[in-house]
């Protein structure tokens, strides 16, 4: 399909609607023929959002520099706004080329999501090649239908969304309107360095590819929108079953409802959840482990498994997924007066507070300080009406979740465990009818996810 300013106009109609639009600029021809296609169309009065461009700086290549004046260059020529935001890109492996792909990837969609605010648009000039470039390349790692669907035109990033107008434009066509239009671009040449695979792909896959098989990227299209209504299908028979294991929680589902489900069902709704919740996807492997494995372990077993940003847990025939906090010193002792502070910051663990009443709560002797230590094993304590128990089963009869029981504070008098927040208060420390007491409430530290 040939390109022009008509046809990016006819392709921004799918766009949801959006006062201002910034373009993504690296200055290689698919960015400056998007910019200048869409200034020209505002100037023809044919869109009526502001435009502006982003450029980020990797300060990867020798030419960072030059490539930053030649879009402070092209904008002023426009008259377009122009900003630029040089990056870090955190570098694992320097010698794995594919790794350095991604860090650069993931530096450059952090400066997007951080430039971009409610109510603007991202575009960004991804084309048809780039997109059958990332089908074959996702082959190749065995990906999922999802994966193999392709580079989604339309995507939420941050507080607003971006979106790829030239996705069913080839680089060819764009390249012939460049010319046209008598534009000048940047030619990165680490592009034709084949020890990337995406450059392999285009410089030396692909050229074999179109000589046996002319039409492939028609043909391949055409396979890519087969595979995005499957994912569409899949993902709305997600809802549909993750709708019966639901709780008021998103980040919480009951596994008795997932088990009703065939392996395959559930793997299914499993991919969604974690999609909801905005987690990578946990690849094959990881993903029969949790449904053959977790889900199915005996009911009163406690199951966790630890996945890139979460942890999930199985606990009393639901599955949790859990932030992954900070570790904490569970062996730290903290002094604290509640006649002077009614508040109590824990290190990494949230925070205690004392409400002050009368006829309930602990009693506490004026001048005196409550010490606040955390379970190390073998701790006791006698609560009101109620024979002495070893903590560990106090907790589990109050199903206090396992996540929190090691962090939970625990307030001693002396060597006494004499209150355990949330749970109770040894029988000789509580206030008499006639005595001031303290409430003690104990905030965790938030280990839900958010999701939506």
């Not at 630029?84 to 991604?102: D, F, M, Q, R, Y």
């Not at 030239?166 to 592009?191: G, P, V």
């Not at 570790?327 to 509640?338: A, P, V």
Request: aromatic share 8%; proline share 3%.
């Amino acid at each position: 399909m040939n390109f022009d300013s008509e046809k990016l106009r006819t392709a921004l109609q799918s766009m949801p609607h959006s006062d201002a639009i910034i373009v993504g600029l690296s200055g290689g021809v698919d960015s400056i023929v998007l910019l200048h296609a869409l200034h020209s169309l505002k100037q023809q009065g044919k869109v009526h959002f502001s435009l502006s461009a982003l450029h980020v700086n990797h300060g990867l290549h020798a030419e960072a520099e030059a490539w930053k004046g030649f879009c402070e260059k092209f904008c002023n020529e426009l008259d377009v706004p122009l900003v630029i935001s040089k990056v870090h890109v955190e570098i694992a492996e320097p010698a794995n080329a594919t790794g350095l792909e991604n860090a650069a990837r993931d530096a450059r969609y952090r400066a997007f999501e951080s430039n971009l605010q409610s109510g603007k648009a991202l575009l960004l000039a991804h084309h048809l090649d780039d997109q059958l470039e990332t089908f074959l390349l996702r082959l190749m790692r065995g990906s999922g239908i999802r994966g193999l669907a392709g580079i989604p035109q339309y995507r939420l990033l941050g507080d607003s969304f971006l979106f790829r107008p030239l996705l069913d434009f080839t680089r060819e066509s764009l390249i012939a309107y460049a010319h046209t239009q008598k534009l000048n671009w940047i030619e990165d040449n680490s592009n034709l360095n084949t020890r990337f695979d995406r450059n392999y792909c285009r410089h030396e896959l692909f050229p074999r590819i179109e000589q046996r098989w002319v039409k492939y990227r028609e043909s391949w299209s055409k396979s890519l929108v087969l595979l995005g209504e499957a994912d569409q299908l899949l993902q709305e028979l997600a809802i549909i079953d993750l709708s019966f294991a639901a709780t008021e929680r998103t980040n919480v589902i009951k596994i008795e409802k997932l088990l009703q489900l065939s392996d395959v069902r559930r793997r299914n709704a499993l991919r969604h959840w974690f999609s909801r919740l905005g987690l990578k996807e946990i690849g094959w492997n990881r993903l029969q482990q949790l449904s053959r494995e977790v889900l199915t372990a005996k009911a009163s077993r406690i199951v966790t498994l630890p996945l890139d940003g979460c942890l999930l847990q199985r606990f009393k025939g639901k599955l949790y997924a859990l932030r992954v906090l900070q570790g904490f010193d569970k062996k730290q002792t903290l002094s604290w007066s509640i006649e002077k502070q009614s508040k109590l910051k824990l290190t990494d663990n949230g925070i205690l507070r004392a409400e002050s009443v009368s006829g309930s709560g602990i009693r506490v002797a004026k001048s005196s300080s409550l010490r606040v230590k955390y379970r190390m094993g073998g701790e006791t304590c006698q609560l009101v009406g109620r024979p002495r128990k070893l903590l560990k089963k106090l907790l589990q009869e109050e199903e206090v979740v396992p996540w929190l029981r090691e962090r939970l504070p625990l307030l001693y008098m002396e060597d006494e465990l004499v209150c355990i927040p949330g749970i109770g208060i040894a029988e000789n420390y509580v206030a008499k009818a006639n005595e001031n007491g303290s409430l003690i409430y104990w905030e965790a530290p938030d280990f839900n996810l958010a999701g939506d």
